[in-house]
């Protein structure tokens, strides 16, 4: 949608009266609506003052509490990258690309003048923007609610997957399904007890409600896997199950239990080997290199008489 739509809409025409009067704002447009996506362009003008360069455009940010200029080097750039405001022939323009719903407004234009009896305002402008974002399918009653490109369910199951999409106002929703005329106009699909039959492609179509060419579509493929069989022990007898379940759960636990014991006792005989210390052959002296063995030294004990 992205037409542009150069809005004289936005013409801003401030009717700025000269030493502080109170300015009338004209709003021609838009003749179109606005939708999200969409190129803008707003310009200020004013009948009272033929230069426009004492003029600025602003815009109003709540996290800020504040106006700040749009047409300066201190205005975040990193959050209004595709904002241009441009002064060509005496023109104040702001253009607006790839327009988003946050970026709607509010705006106003200010005359720049030191002397603030002189300086003109003008009404705010707030735009309206029409939207419709994408389609999210999300399952009731399951740990992993989203729903992704297929989803497998066992046969005799219930279903239940809601469709929802972010738009300025609710639109409409519809469930179809291919190949076959079947429908549910609401955003929640509902299949209770699913067979094998009921396996397919589904598709959630959301319009928006004033302007039914705004579709946004998800498909998913449910897929429905034969009921598992129900295991019981009522027609097992008692050698049965201490065939079948015991006589393993008891060859396994004797294994485990040997090997605990054999790890045990290889532990006790490496704790029981000699331990050789390095004490007294540091202090031995070798007779040549590569010796394990020295000499056997003896030292007088008795002192030096003097």
């Known amino acids: 949608m992205n037409a542009v739509l150069c809005l004289s809409l936005g013409t801003l025409l401030c009717a700025f009266h000269a030493h502080g009067g109170t300015p009338e704002v004209q709003i021609s447009g838009p003749e179109f609506p606005v939708f999200e996506g969409d190129d803008v362009t707003l310009e200020c003008s004013s009948g009272s003052y033929f230069d426009m360069r004492n003029f600025t455009f602003q815009k109003y940010s709540k996290w800020m509490n504040r106006w700040f200029d749009l047409d300066t080097?201190?205005?975040?750039?990193?959050?209004?990258?595709?904002?241009?405001?441009?002064?060509?022939?005496?023109?104040?323009?702001?253009?607006?690309?790839?327009?988003?719903?946050?970026?709607?407004?509010?705006?106003?234009?200010?005359?720049?003048?030191?002397?603030i009896t002189d300086m003109a305002v003008s009404e705010n402008f707030t735009f309206i923007v029409y939207y419709l974002r994408d389609v999210y399918l999300q399952r009731a009653n399951s740990w992993s609610p989203s729903v992704g490109d297929y989803l497998l369910v066992e046969e005799g199951a219930?279903?239940?997957?809601?469709?929802?999409?972010?738009?300025?106002?609710e639109p409409y929703y519809d469930w179809t399904k291919e190949f076959s005329d079947?429908?549910?106009?609401?955003?929640?699909?509902?299949?209770?007890?699913?067979?094998?039959?009921?396996?397919?492609?589904?598709?959630?179509?959301?319009?928006h409600s004033d302007y039914p060419m705004m579709v946004k579509m998800k498909t998913f493929q449910l897929r429905v896997a034969p009921k598992s069989p129900d295991y019981s022990f009522a027609g097992l007898s008692l050698g049965d199950i201490l065939l079948y379940f015991v006589a393993p759960t008891v060859t396994l636990l004797l294994l485990v239990i040997t090997l605990i014991i054999f790890i045990i006792r290889h532990r006790k005989k490496q704790m029981k080997k000699p331990q050789i210390s390095l004490i007294d052959t540091?202090?031995?002296?070798?007779?040549?290199?590569?010796?394990?063995?020295?000499?056997?030294?003896?030292?007088?004990?008795?002192?030096?008489?003097?």
Request: glycine share 6%; aromatic share 14%.
């Open 73 to 115: 080097v201190q205005y975040f750039r990193c959050w209004y990258y595709n904002l241009n405001v441009s002064r060509e022939g005496g023109r104040l323009l702001m253009q607006l690309n790839d327009f988003s719903e946050w970026q709607k407004g509010p705006y106003r234009c200010i005359s720049s003048g030191d002397n």
């Open 158 to 169: 219930n279903v239940e997957i809601k469709c929802s999409a972010s738009a300025d106002q």
């Open 182 to 207: 079947w429908s549910w106009s609401y955003d929640t699909l509902t299949l209770n007890n699913v067979q094998q039959s009921q396996a397919g492609l589904y598709t959630c179509t959301a319009r």
């Open 282 to 306: 540091e202090k031995r002296t070798p007779i040549y290199k590569g010796s394990s063995q020295s000499v056997y030294t003896t030292s007088d004990t008795q002192p030096l008489v003097m």
